[in-house]
């Protein structure tokens, strides 16, 4: 057997009698790198299952304000939910008994988010990483999302009772929108520290009167606060214990307008019953979604017109739309779940500009009012001409 000395190397060990060449042994550094990479390896992977002090937003499920209670998730829209085998009918998001209802075609969509980490949860690296590789993710420090010390029980009743809040105040908004009254007990839970209001006015006081003027509903009393300069005093006229009082109270400043410095626990006597039903779902954004809901089923006339339309917003008693948190993942929920337009606080808007996704227009709104008004264009095809975030 010959051999072709310009193939072998010079030092290539060559079989005197034409016996095969015993295999090379690996070289040192090979076996070193070989180590090195393996062991790299391992421990990539041991990191990416470590657990992170992150919290991840994502886009969460939504539902459609004017349909079945869950019925886009367990039956594909068919309203009839499925259960340990069984099927029942699944009941309206939003029910209305007391006046009269109309058919609508359309979609309101409320939008959620999806929150991975917090308290009793981890969130490991690989998921992190993709967070931040991801337009739909955004990644925040556990203690920004959730307050310390909080367990997530904690977080869940939390979130139950702004949900309960929130229904209410959506309520109270839209049949005071529909030109309803809708006359409120207003009793004091607590006082704000450090207001004008502390060792003034005290829990249990019910709101009679504000300057003189009889406070029957929760919007006479904002609207006499709308008149008062912050730092003034007022007179807020109580019953306390049975007996009424007069209460001298230098006003601070919240949200933009003169406060009291009190927490109020408000019951309402309402002139239409309304039942809400928002399922797994907690917090106060789906206030003016489900205000918005009340209002088209009470309105005669189509005011979608079949359009599909998201959105999210706390709603106040007097129908201002608040901003709210997780915007940029409730964009591309509402994308997702095959909205052509979306609804957006005024307050989130610089939030939402360069992140709205391909398709999805998106429009700014302040107050009820301004929502009322967008589904009406959109419905009526006039979307184009609604003010957007800018």
Same mark, same amino acid.
């Given at each position: 057997m010959t051999f072709d000395r310009d193939i072998l190397a010079p030092d290539d060990p060559v079989a005197p009698d034409g016996d095969e060449l015993p295999?090379?042994?690996?070289?040192?550094?090979?076996? $070193?790198?070989? !180590?090195?990479l393996l062991m790299t390896a391992l421990l990539a992977a041991v990191l990416l299952v470590l657990p992170t002090?992150?919290? !991840? &937003?994502?886009?969460?499920? $939504?539902?459609? *304000?004017?349909?079945?209670?869950?019925?886009?998730?367990?039956?594909?829209?068919?309203g009839e939910a499925s259960g340990d085998g069984e099927s029942a009918t699944a009941l309206p998001v939003v029910e209305i008994e007391g006046a009269e209802t109309f058919d609508v075609t359309g979609e309101l969509r409320l939008t959620t988010v999806s929150v991975y980490?917090?308290?009793?949860?981890?969130?490991?690296?690989?998921?992190?990483?993709?967070?931040?590789?991801?337009?739909?993710?955004?990644?925040?420090?556990?203690?920004?999302?959730?307050?310390?010390?909080? *367990?997530?029980?904690?977080?869940?009743?939390?979130?139950?009772?702004?949900?309960a809040s929130s229904e209410s105040a959506a309520t109270?908004?839209?049949? $005071?929108?529909?030109?309803?009254?809708?006359?409120a007990t207003l009793t004091v839970a607590g006082v704000v520290p450090d207001s004008g209001a502390e060792g003034v006015v005290?829990?249990?006081?019910?709101? &009679?009167?504000?300057?003189?003027?009889?406070? *029957?509903?929760?919007q006479d009393l904002l609207a006499g606060l709308d008149g008062v300069t912050p730092g003034d005093d007022v007179v807020l006229g109580v019953e306390r214990d049975g007996e009424p009082a007069d209460l001298t109270v230098t006003t601070g400043e919240g949200d933009g307008r003169a406060a009291l410095g009190v927490l109020l626990d408000p019951s309402y006597d309402y002139p239409v019953d309304v039942t809400i039903r928002p399922g797994d779902i907690g917090g106060p954004s789906a206030g003016t979604m489900f205000a918005l809901a009340i !209002? $088209?089923?009470?309105?005669?006339?189509?005011e979608l017109d079949g359009a599909h339309v998201a959105g999210t917003g706390t709603m106040s008693v007097d129908g201002q739309v608040g901003p709210i948190g997780g915007i940029q993942q409730k964009l591309?929920?509402?994308r997702d779940a095959g909205a052509d337009w979306f609804l957006?606080?005024?307050?989130?808007?610089?939030?939402?500009?360069?992140?709205?996704?391909?398709?999805?227009?998106?429009? &700014?709104?302040? *107050?009820?009012?301004?929502?009322r008004s967008a589904v009406e264009a959109i419905g009526a095809g006039d979307g184009a001409d609604l003010r957007a975030c800018s």
């Open positions: 295999a090379p042994r690996a070289s040192r550094r090979s076996m $070193t790198l070989g !180590i090195s002090p992150y919290a !991840i &937003r994502a886009p969460g499920p $939504t539902e459609d *304000t004017l349909g079945l209670q869950g019925a886009d998730v367990r039956s594909g829209g068919s980490g917090g308290p009793g949860g981890d969130v490991l690296l690989g998921d992190v990483l993709w967070g931040w590789g991801s337009e739909e993710r955004s990644v925040w420090p556990v203690e920004e999302v959730f307050p310390q010390q909080t *367990t997530r029980e904690q977080q869940q009743q939390v979130g139950q009772a702004q949900m109270v908004a839209a049949l $005071t929108e529909l030109g309803y009254e809708v006359p005290e829990a249990g006081d019910v709101v &009679r009167s504000l300057d003189g003027q009889e406070v *029957t509903t929760h !209002i $088209t089923k009470m309105t005669p006339e189509d591309f929920g509402a957006a606080p005024a307050g989130n808007c610089d939030e939402v500009v360069g992140h709205v996704p391909d398709g999805l227009n998106v429009v &700014r709104v302040a *107050t009820l009012d301004d929502a």
